[in-house]
């Protein structure tokens, strides 16, 4: 078992859906594993699960976190090993809808499991609803996902101060599906317009790459790696502390 570790609790967040939270929470846990960390993902999106299938083990789902905060299964129960991908494990959300409004409840899962992983990764809903206070409650850290159009950085905007008010200040950017021959043409913002519109500081850029639209079945034993799974490897390194620079196509 690890030793408690302090921040190593980050809900991955953003305005709006389809910005790339669940790809980052997946991607992020794969690289985070093969630093020999020791990752839970949370999959908080009731009724619209996906980091199961991404991860290529839904068969194997039987209970989900609601059950745990509602007494109906141990941890044990409900938390997945992720086959071929050695310390990485998942608690799926719920198939129904309403199923997750315990804060509090989150909170104390949350602080229990953190002291048995190197890093929990909470992937929340979109929205700036009950769901996505659900999924900050038992968070000491937030990765925001942005996409460089001016709808995403609005939203990334918001939910950061939305952070700051909810007392989590320890928020980092993720700028994802960056595309450089947008920002030439006029058409994305630039990198230093992101951050200065988020007031986040950035830890990583992810390159618009469809070949993480794929299931990430092989766990991170990459045949091409392609410079975004390239970008999650740096990002995993920043969140572990070192020292290793941005990825930018
Ligand atoms: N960097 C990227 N490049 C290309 N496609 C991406 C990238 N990140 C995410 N996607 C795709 O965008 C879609 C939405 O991603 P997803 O992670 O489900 O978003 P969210 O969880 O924020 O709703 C998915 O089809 C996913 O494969
Ligand atoms: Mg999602």
């Known amino acids: 078992m ?23 929470t997946a991607h992020l846990g794969v690289q985070l594993t093969k630093l020999n960390k020791r990752v839970l993902l949370i999959d908080m999106d009731e009724g619209l699960r996906s980091l199961d299938l991404m991860l290529n083990v839904s068969s194997h789902t039987l209970f989900d976190v609601s059950d745990i905060i509602k007494g109906n299964c141990t941890v044990n129960q409900a938390v997945i090993p992720v086959r ?20 509090k409840g989150m909170k104390f899962l949350c602080d229990s499991l953190s002291k048995y992983f190197d890093y929990i990764l909470i992937d929340s809903p979109a929205g700036v609803g009950k ?59 630039n990198i230093d317009e992101t951050i200065d519109a988020t007031t986040l500081q950035l830890i990583g850029v992810v390159p618009n790459d469809f070949e993480l639209q794929k299931t990430v079945d092989n766990c991170g034993e990459y045949i091409n790696t392609t410079p975004a799974i390239e970008a999650f490897e740096r990002i995993a390194r920043r969140l572990a502390g070192e020292n290793c620079s941005l990825l930018v196509n």
Do not use: M, W
């Open 2 to 24: 690890c030793d408690i570790k302090l921040n190593n609790v980050y809900v991955i967040t953003s305005g709006k859906g389809g910005a790339g939270k669940s790809t980052v």
């Open 131 to 189: 769901g996505f206070i659900n999924a900050i409650s038992g968070a000491n850290g937030a990765l925001v996902v942005v996409n460089s159009d001016p709808i995403s950085i609005r939203d990334g905007a918001y939910v950061a101060k939305l952070l700051r008010e909810n007392h989590i200040n320890n928020s980092r950017l993720i700028i994802n599906k960056f595309e450089s021959k947008l920002v030439k043409k006029g058409v994305f913002y």
């Open 84 to 103: 071929q991908c050695q310390n990485l494990y998942l608690l799926p959300a719920p198939v129904t809808v309403n199923s997750l409004n315990s804060p």
